[in-house]
């Protein structure tokens, strides 16, 4: 078990990271000791910022010597409170967001290195500033870091066509628990010694390594692009119409998400400068995007196989984008969802995933197990379609206090919500981690194989326990 930092570590770290990188001032630490969406708070014995990867394996190693507590966090932008320390003050909050240069851009090997404390929206710009694209984007662009977005193995809304993180990651820098520092940067396309520990870090949240910094893969930048919003009457239609474009448009599809009217109500009401884009309400949405090279006529090829669409009656309604300013309106509609369903009250929220054939078939039947057990709650579901991800989001009964409800059922509720999806085959954690949110459940519901498997690795390559203990696997 990790022990409590003794004076003397505290002094040697502040020693070693200077003013910049050592605090233990409370006010200064206050932001960075709750989670992105308030559930989580927590304490910590001082916040450490590292500069390089030097410093990062000296912390570690000094840590290591006393059995310390590390937590390694990046924009404190998780779901799940992977990068919240817990409330006894002994742990240290490890911090990269001061390593946040991008080492190298190269267009002609599509790579690019970038430190752990990069942010995701100014990667994108520098990736676009030599005519390349890093195609993994999310609504938390703005604060979530490459370290972070590595170690929970982030998804977001391009993974139908370019895959999670860990498929745009062709390497990786870390410091493992004993302070050695893991150099497996290099993009090898073949290497065959033995497990391999680049795609081990990545989802392992920061339990076996801290990343110091990623080699990453990038596209051309799209030069054409086609937006759709189209109104339709369910999910199984979603489904027959994902289908029937992705066999008519092949890999220029790239995404293809999901939404019901109320989530659209929700912005609406609460998100300002967003407006429908149809002229009727439907009962389900879908957002369609297609992505290509110069030479592309993407918008005819939309056209066409949406008008065929319509006239099969497949879909009610469509509006394409005419120029990049209504694809990016269209978009917002969609990234703003989370915004505005915090803002319409408190609720359970499910990061969860099913074969893409079964979610039109969890959709329907969730709601239906939920209201037998529990009357007259809620359920909000939409996410990205072509990957089968699924956000089940569980709102409180209208007529009762809903944080003392969630409260007193919230633990119940997702207990039948992730039973259903282990049952279809699906996952509890789509793409935002187990953190210590589902780190419970997962021990309660998942696999005993997969369980012990997990176990053993950390117990292998973190036999102290100290990095971000009480997180996935505990």
């Known amino acids: 078990m990790p022990h409590t930092p003794s004076p003397d570590l505290l002094k040697r770290l502040q020693k070693l990271l200077g003013p910049k990188g050592y605090t233990d001032d409370a006010d200064a630490m206050a932001p960075w000791l709750t989670d992105w969406r308030g559930k989580y708070h927590g304490r910590a014995a001082a916040m450490l910022s590292p500069a390089t990867t030097e410093e990062v394996a000296a912390v570690v190693r000094m840590c290591g010597e006393e059995g310390a507590a590390l937590v390694p966090q990046g924009g404190n932008s998780g779901m799940v409170g992977g990068a919240t320390p817990d409330a006894s003050g002994t742990q240290l909050l490890l911090s990269l967001r001061r390593m946040n240069r991008i080492r190298s851009i190269d267009p002609a090997a599509r790579l690019a290195v970038a430190e752990a404390g990069v942010i995701l929206e100014n990667f994108h710009h520098a990736a676009l500033d030599h005519g390349m694209r890093f195609p993994l984007t999310l609504g938390g662009k703005g604060s979530a870091t490459i370290g972070g977005l590595v170690s929970t193995n982030a998804g977001g809304t391009q993974v139908l066509r370019h895959g999670t993180m860990r498929a745009l990651v062709a390497g990786i820098e870390a410091v493992l628990p004993d302070g050695r520092i893991f150099d497996g940067l290099a993009p090898l396309k073949k290497d065959n010694r033995g497990y391999d520990l680049k795609h081990l870090l990545c989802g392992a949240e920061g339990t076996l390594g801290i990343v110091t910094a990623a080699c990453l893969r990038l596209v051309p930048a799209a030069t054409s692009r086609a937006t759709a919003w189209i109104g339709l009457a369910s999910p199984g239609e ?237």
């Open 238 to 474: 979603a489904l027959s119409l994902l289908r029937r474009l992705d066999a008519a448009l092949g890999r220029q599809l790239e995404g293809f998400e999901l939404i019901p009217h109320a989530c659209l109500d929700a912005v609406l009401r609460h998100i300002p400068q967003t407006r429908a884009p149809l002229a009727n309400d439907h009962p389900w949405y879908a957002l369609v995007e297609l992505a290509g090279d110069a030479g592309d006529d993407l918008e005819t090829a939309l056209q066409a196989a949406l008008a065929d669409a319509l006239d099969s009656a497949l879909i009610d309604d469509v509006v394409i984008a005419k120029n990049e300013a209504e694809s990016e309106a269209l978009w917002k509609l969609r990234d703003s969802i989370s915004e505005a369903e915090r803002a319409d009250g408190p609720a359970l929220q499910h990061d969860v995933s099913v074969p893409v054939d079964l979610m039109p078939r969890f959709i329907a039947e969730d709601p239906q197990r939920l209201s037998a057990a529990f009357p007259g709650v809620r359920t909000v579901s939409f996410g990205h379609l072509g990957d089968g991800n699924v956000h089940h989001h569980v709102q409180p009964p209208a007529d009762v206090d809903g944080k003392a409800w969630l409260d007193t059922h919230g633990e119940d509720v997702s207990r039948l919500v992730y039973a259903h999806v282990l049952e279809l085959g699906g996952s509890i954690s789509a793409e935002h981690g187990i953190g210590q949110m589902k780190r419970d459940l997962l021990a309660e519901l998942d696999s005993p194989a997969r369980l012990a498997a997990l176990r053993g690795v950390k117990a292998g390559l973190d036999p102290a326990g100290i990095f971000n203990p009480g997180k996935l696997i505990g």
